[in-house]
Protein backbone atom coordinates (compact mmCIF):
# COMPACT_ATOMS: atom_id res chain seq x y z
CA UNK A 1 0.00 0.00 0.00
CA UNK A 2 1.34 3.45 -1.12
CA UNK A 3 0.88 5.38 2.72
CA UNK A 4 2.07 8.24 1.15
CA UNK A 5 -0.88 8.67 -1.33
CA UNK A 6 -3.31 7.74 0.90
CA UNK A 7 -1.92 9.86 4.00
CA UNK A 8 -2.60 13.05 0.82
CA UNK A 9 -5.92 11.42 -0.18
CA UNK A 10 -7.06 11.43 3.25
CA UNK A 11 -5.83 15.18 4.04
CA UNK A 12 -7.69 16.90 0.72
CA UNK A 13 -10.68 14.46 1.13
CA UNK A 14 -11.20 14.31 5.22
CA UNK A 15 -9.44 17.34 6.49
CA UNK A 16 -9.15 20.10 3.78
CA UNK A 17 -13.09 19.91 3.75
CA UNK A 18 -13.85 19.93 7.32
CA UNK A 19 -13.70 23.38 7.56
CA UNK A 20 -9.90 23.00 8.81
CA UNK A 21 -7.79 25.68 8.50
CA UNK A 22 -4.69 25.76 10.38
CA UNK A 23 -1.55 25.11 8.79
CA UNK A 24 0.04 23.20 11.41
CA UNK A 25 -3.08 20.48 11.59
CA UNK A 26 -3.06 19.85 7.67
CA UNK A 27 0.87 19.94 7.48
CA UNK A 28 1.32 17.74 11.21
CA UNK A 29 -1.56 15.07 9.40
CA UNK A 30 0.08 15.38 5.45
CA UNK A 31 3.70 14.55 7.34
CA UNK A 32 2.77 11.93 10.55
CA UNK A 33 2.24 8.50 9.05
CA UNK A 34 -0.79 7.18 11.01
CA UNK A 35 -0.44 3.96 9.57
CA UNK A 36 2.81 3.74 12.33
CA UNK A 37 -0.40 3.58 15.20
CA UNK A 38 -2.64 1.35 14.02
CA UNK A 39 -2.35 -2.13 14.34
CA UNK A 40 -0.90 -4.61 12.00
CA UNK A 41 -3.64 -6.54 10.77
CA UNK A 42 -5.71 -2.65 10.38
CA UNK A 43 -3.60 -0.85 8.36
CA UNK A 44 -5.16 -1.03 5.58
CA UNK A 45 -7.77 1.41 7.02
CA UNK A 46 -5.04 3.49 8.56
CA UNK A 47 -6.31 6.61 6.55
CA UNK A 48 -9.88 5.56 5.76
CA UNK A 49 -12.80 7.65 7.17
CA UNK A 50 -14.18 5.01 9.72
CA UNK A 51 -12.83 4.40 13.33
CA UNK A 52 -9.48 1.93 13.71
CA UNK A 53 -10.13 -0.18 16.36
CA UNK A 54 -7.12 -0.82 19.01
CA UNK A 55 -8.55 -3.49 21.73
CA UNK A 56 -11.87 -4.38 22.86
CA UNK A 57 -13.00 -1.54 23.90
CA UNK A 58 -10.88 1.57 22.52
CA UNK A 59 -10.55 3.16 19.10
CA UNK A 60 -8.69 5.71 17.29
CA UNK A 61 -11.35 8.26 16.25
CA UNK A 62 -11.90 8.99 12.40
CA UNK A 63 -8.94 11.98 10.65
CA UNK A 64 -12.21 14.61 10.26
CA UNK A 65 -13.28 14.20 13.72
CA UNK A 66 -9.20 14.13 15.16
CA UNK A 67 -8.63 17.85 12.73
CA UNK A 68 -11.61 19.08 13.97
CA UNK A 69 -10.94 18.83 17.52
CA UNK A 70 -7.30 20.24 17.34
CA UNK A 71 -8.87 23.38 14.96
CA UNK A 72 -11.34 24.09 17.97
CA UNK A 73 -8.25 23.58 20.55
CA UNK A 74 -6.40 26.30 19.04
CA UNK A 75 -3.32 25.21 20.24
CA UNK A 76 -0.62 27.73 20.50
CA UNK A 77 3.41 27.51 19.98
CA UNK A 78 4.06 27.98 24.15
CA UNK A 79 1.03 25.79 25.18
CA UNK A 80 1.44 22.98 27.48
CA UNK A 81 -0.77 20.44 26.49
CA UNK A 82 -2.31 17.33 28.14
CA UNK A 83 -3.42 14.45 26.04
CA UNK A 84 -6.08 12.26 28.27
CA UNK A 85 -6.27 8.40 27.07
CA UNK A 86 -3.98 9.02 23.97
CA UNK A 87 -4.18 5.39 22.73
CA UNK A 88 -1.55 4.60 20.85
CA UNK A 89 -0.61 8.38 20.78
CA UNK A 90 -1.39 9.62 17.01
CA UNK A 91 -2.98 12.89 18.25
CA UNK A 92 -0.06 12.89 20.49
CA UNK A 93 2.31 13.24 17.98
CA UNK A 94 0.16 15.88 16.39
CA UNK A 95 -0.36 18.03 19.10
CA UNK A 96 3.26 17.99 19.74
CA UNK A 97 4.07 19.83 16.40
CA UNK A 98 1.96 21.72 17.12
CA UNK A 99 2.58 22.88 21.10
CA UNK A 100 5.29 23.66 23.03
CA UNK A 101 5.27 20.41 25.16
CA UNK A 102 2.31 17.49 25.52
CA UNK A 103 1.86 15.29 28.15
CA UNK A 104 0.02 12.21 27.68
CA UNK A 105 -1.98 9.64 30.47
CA UNK A 106 -3.43 6.47 29.41
CA UNK A 107 -4.95 3.93 31.29
CA UNK A 108 -4.16 0.91 29.14
CA UNK A 109 -0.21 -0.18 29.95
CA UNK A 110 -0.06 -1.74 26.60
CA UNK A 111 -1.65 1.17 24.88
CA UNK A 112 0.60 3.37 26.58
CA UNK A 113 3.61 1.27 25.51
CA UNK A 114 2.54 1.32 22.17
CA UNK A 115 1.87 5.37 22.10
CA UNK A 116 5.67 5.89 23.57
CA UNK A 117 7.27 3.17 21.60
CA UNK A 118 5.98 5.28 18.11
CA UNK A 119 7.12 8.74 19.71
CA UNK A 120 10.86 7.22 19.84
CA UNK A 121 10.57 5.93 16.63
CA UNK A 122 9.35 9.20 15.88
CA UNK A 123 12.19 11.06 17.28
CA UNK A 124 9.20 13.36 19.50
CA UNK A 125 11.23 14.83 22.10
CA UNK A 126 8.52 17.07 23.97
CA UNK A 127 5.86 14.50 24.28
CA UNK A 128 5.60 11.61 27.01
CA UNK A 129 3.16 9.16 27.94
CA UNK A 130 2.42 8.11 31.23
CA UNK A 131 0.28 5.15 32.35
CA UNK A 132 -2.49 6.23 34.97
CA UNK A 133 -6.04 7.12 35.41
CA UNK A 134 -7.49 9.27 32.75
CA UNK A 135 -10.12 10.74 34.39
CA UNK A 136 -7.35 12.39 37.43
CA UNK A 137 -5.50 13.62 34.91
CA UNK A 138 -1.67 14.51 35.45
CA UNK A 139 -2.03 17.16 38.13
CA UNK A 140 1.35 16.93 38.89
CA UNK A 141 2.67 18.30 35.55
CA UNK A 142 -0.34 20.94 35.52
CA UNK A 143 -1.82 23.19 35.09
CA UNK A 144 -2.23 22.90 31.26
CA UNK A 145 -2.81 25.65 28.47
CA UNK A 146 -5.13 22.77 26.78
CA UNK A 147 -6.76 19.45 27.58
CA UNK A 148 -7.53 17.22 24.81
CA UNK A 149 -9.75 13.79 25.56
CA UNK A 150 -9.45 11.34 23.29
CA UNK A 151 -12.71 9.92 23.48
CA UNK A 152 -16.46 10.38 23.97
CA UNK A 153 -17.36 11.20 27.27
CA UNK A 154 -20.30 11.32 29.92
CA UNK A 155 -19.33 13.00 32.69
CA UNK A 156 -16.61 15.37 33.00
CA UNK A 157 -14.92 14.58 36.51
CA UNK A 158 -14.26 18.08 38.10
CA UNK A 159 -10.45 17.77 39.00
CA UNK A 160 -9.73 17.83 35.33
CA UNK A 161 -11.05 21.32 34.83
CA UNK A 162 -8.98 22.39 38.02
CA UNK A 163 -6.09 21.09 35.69
CA UNK A 164 -6.92 23.78 32.94
CA UNK A 165 -4.70 27.22 33.50
CA UNK A 166 -7.00 30.51 33.39
CA UNK A 167 -7.69 30.71 29.67
CA UNK A 168 -7.34 27.55 29.38
CA UNK A 169 -8.99 25.03 26.97
CA UNK A 170 -10.65 21.24 27.43
CA UNK A 171 -11.99 19.91 24.35
CA UNK A 172 -13.77 16.61 24.40
CA UNK A 173 -16.83 14.66 22.74
CA UNK A 174 -19.88 14.97 24.86
CA UNK A 175 -22.38 12.08 24.66
CA UNK A 176 -26.07 11.86 25.51
CA UNK A 177 -27.09 8.77 24.19
CA UNK A 178 -26.57 7.99 20.99
CA UNK A 179 -25.23 11.55 19.85
CA UNK A 180 -21.92 12.98 20.47
CA UNK A 181 -20.76 17.06 20.55
CA UNK A 182 -18.04 18.43 20.81
CA UNK A 183 -17.84 21.40 23.12
CA UNK A 184 -14.90 23.52 24.09
CA UNK A 185 -14.84 24.62 27.83
CA UNK A 186 -12.89 27.62 28.63
CA UNK A 187 -11.67 28.52 32.23
CA UNK A 188 -11.54 31.98 33.69
CA UNK A 189 -10.62 32.37 36.91
CA UNK A 190 -13.31 30.23 38.83
CA UNK A 191 -15.29 30.27 36.07
CA UNK A 192 -15.90 28.06 33.34
CA UNK A 193 -17.50 28.84 29.58
CA UNK A 194 -19.22 26.49 27.30
CA UNK A 195 -19.24 26.36 23.33
CA UNK A 196 -20.65 23.68 21.17
CA UNK A 197 -17.66 23.32 18.31
CA UNK A 198 -19.13 20.30 15.81
CA UNK A 199 -21.11 17.63 16.14
CA UNK A 200 -19.64 14.13 15.91
CA UNK A 201 -18.79 10.75 17.73
CA UNK A 202 -16.20 8.82 19.42
CA UNK A 203 -16.01 5.09 21.36
CA UNK A 204 -17.11 6.16 25.09
CA UNK A 205 -13.95 6.12 27.30
CA UNK A 206 -13.80 3.99 30.19
CA UNK A 207 -14.46 5.94 33.45
CA UNK A 208 -16.22 8.74 32.48
CA UNK A 209 -19.63 7.20 32.40
CA UNK A 210 -22.40 8.67 34.22
CA UNK A 211 -23.50 7.29 37.50
CA UNK A 212 -26.50 5.08 36.75
CA UNK A 213 -29.28 5.46 39.06
CA UNK A 214 -31.01 2.26 40.23
CA UNK A 215 -34.33 2.33 39.29
CA UNK A 216 -37.29 0.17 41.10
Not at 6 to 19: C, I, L, N
Not at 48 to 58: S, W
Not at 157 to 167: A, F, I, N, Y
Not at 180 to 203: I, M, N, Q, Y
Request: net charge negative; charged share 25%.
Amino acid sequence: MDYAAAREAMVDTQVRPSDVTRYGIIEAMSLVPRELFVPGAKREIAYAETEVPLNDTRAMATPRTLAKMLEAARIGAEDLVLDVAPGTGYGTVLMARLAEAVVAIEPDPALASAAQSALDTLEVVNATVSVGDAAAGDPAHGPFDVIMIAGAIEALPDGLVKQLKDGGRLVAIFRDGPLGKCRVLTRAGDAVSEKWAFDADAPLLPGFEKTRQFEF
